[in-house]
């Protein structure tokens, strides 16, 4: 019998996970009942919003449950097919979790035109890290031309996005990003202006690339680098708050016991300063279709480059997560599958 | 020669205000020239935002000088007129001082018509304090029917406002302020849903008035305020920055070395929170008429009330001045001069 591979939520982590939170199971092929399709997975999502369902805790979107399936984005192609709008070798975008293979509802499945765009890219520039992206500045962070737009996680899936949409409104483009070869990237395929390794003098660079202060922060990471930024807020400064994987590992990454306190206030006055958080998925998916055709066009010439950090298999997924939530990921992390 | 009296600024406050950094002097009355106008003060405003302009610090208004005549609106009378659009008795709003006489020309002085409004009120509720109300509301805040609008400093110039146009929104409104007798207030004349009273367990008052959360938090004060409201926010709450009152005594009200840290930020992204600050001079006054006109409305239809706190005669102001930074006022802080 034809088995599909399978990662458990095995308990729930105590701040960053290990190996031992995941478990690899081999259960029986699912079968497509009437009107639904047999996926096999291509390309597995691991995002960092993922730890968040690992934690049994009040949020925006149900817990995984544990001895469930890690849940994740995926593209995939269909191995077969009981509804009459697929046929066997289409590429699908679905939620189709961390497994090899998965019986979903044809309606449940978005088509995508491998001739269009590579089909990882569902998962990254052209998906949701990219529709992030686009949402954020689009709704908060607003960036004007001259303006200086100062990115954390700046390689990363959302963070690569956010600056090359900054630079394309005609905004300074500051990436941040840990090391010598991140910071390398952001500049010279990324083209952002300037870029600050989070790993040496946070305020010594951020001084040298950020002369005149900051209009838009983008948040994906908190903690150091986060208070590093606040205090250069020029009048009017947006904070756009899409993540903080820096306490993603602290209890619920919220503001219980435990989590660092955060900046005195007092200048979102003085300065009208913005800090809005989002998530994608309140706003964003009705707005697809515009996304994607901006996107495209800025692909098509040339503006908008990406890159993958693909681990190869499905065992390899835990450690490639728990690598992306230590900033070790270069790029979208995907896990690719045979 | 007719006299002038006048509060100067002797020197910066380290730290909350004493009345050594006062000096009052007699000065020449001063003489208006072609097209201006002698105005005998009536009331003078006072208003916590002076207290940033006693210190050399950068913010959005230039500093008093160490030797100049405090900065205030007021209303006054004229005294003698070298101008055809004012004539002796009419009445004016301005930014007068704190001092008795000023000479102004014609163009800077706003009419005010006693039969309309006691002219007091062209500092209160129909002025900066109510204008800030309106503005933090209409463009931040935007209360809902049936949401939970939580106001600090809620007997306050400003906080009576907010509550009184949230309820007129349809919003439950609780008030917070400091010792029964405002909390009584804030009930049974402003009409609020609930008190709570700072000065008692905060924690426990706020889960028995907002059970549901808070959807707008109204942030006068800043503090233990802050602190016991922010993690109450439900998902989308917004959080109106007015100011921070409870810490304007620290070195120039900012983030600088001193100042207490303010809550981490992790649920603004998890709860969709949106943190922004104003200041009513930004985009207030082109709205004015829009302000005005429904305010008289909710007056006429006695949807609106309010509380006056009358210190009498210039000497008066700098204890008055010093016990409304302390909570000590009740109600919108004016001067009388006779």
Chains 1, 2 share one sequence.
Not at 202 to 218: K, S, T
Not at 223 to 240: E, I, L, S, Y
Request: net charge neutral; proline share 7%; aromatic share 8%.
């Amino acid at each position: 019998m034809a088995m599909n591979s399978q990662i458990l939520l095995a308990r729930r982590p105590q701040g960053a996970p290990v190996a031992e939170d995941f478990r690899l199971v081999e259960t029986p092929l699912p079968e497509p009942g009437p009107g639904e399709v047999l996926v096999r997975h291509r390309f597995l999502s691991l995002d960092p919003y993922q730890r968040g369902r690992m934690d049994d805790a009040k949020s925006y979107a149900k817990p995984v449950a544990v001895g469930g399936v890690m849940e994740c984005q995926a593209v995939g192609q269909v191995a077969a097919s009981r509804d009459p709008a697929f046929k066997e070798g289409d590429w699908v975008l679905g939620g189709f979790g961390w497994q090899g293979f998965s019986a979903r509802p044809a309606k449940a499945l978005i088509a995508l035109d491998p001739k269009e765009a590579p089909p990882s890219t569902a998962l990254g520039v052209l998906g949701m890290p990219g529709l992030t992206a686009w949402v954020g500045l689009e709704d908060i962070g607003q960036p004007k031309v001259g303006e200086t737009v100062v990115v954390s996680a700046a390689s990363g899936a959302v963070g690569q996005v956010v600056g090359q949409l900054a630079k394309i409104r005609g905004a300074r483009v500051v990436g941040i990003a840990g090391g010598g070869a991140k910071c390398a990237f952001v500049t010279d395929t990324l083209g952002f202006d300037a870029a600050v390794d989070h790993r040496g003098d946070l305020d010594a660079q951020l001084d040298a690339a950020c002369p005149e202060g900051v209009d838009v922060y983008w948040e994906n990471v908190g903690g150091a680098v986060q208070a590093a930024v606040f205090p250069r807020f020029r009048d009017f400064g947006r904070m756009v708050m899409c993540g903080m994987v820096a306490q993603y590992n602290t209890a619920s990454g919220a503001a219980a016991a435990g989590a660092p306190a955060g900046p005195n206030l007092g200048p979102v006055v003085r300065k009208r300063l913005r800090i809005q958080g989002f998530i994608v998925n309140d706003t964003g998916w009705p707005r697809y279709g515009q996304f994607r055709a901006e996107m495209l066009g800025h692909i098509a010439a040339g503006r908008m480059v990406w890159r993958e950090d693909v681990a190869q298999g499905l065992e390899a997924a835990p450690a490639a997560f728990i690598g992306m939530l230590a900033g070790r990921n270069f790029g979208k992390q995907l896990v690719s599958l045979p």
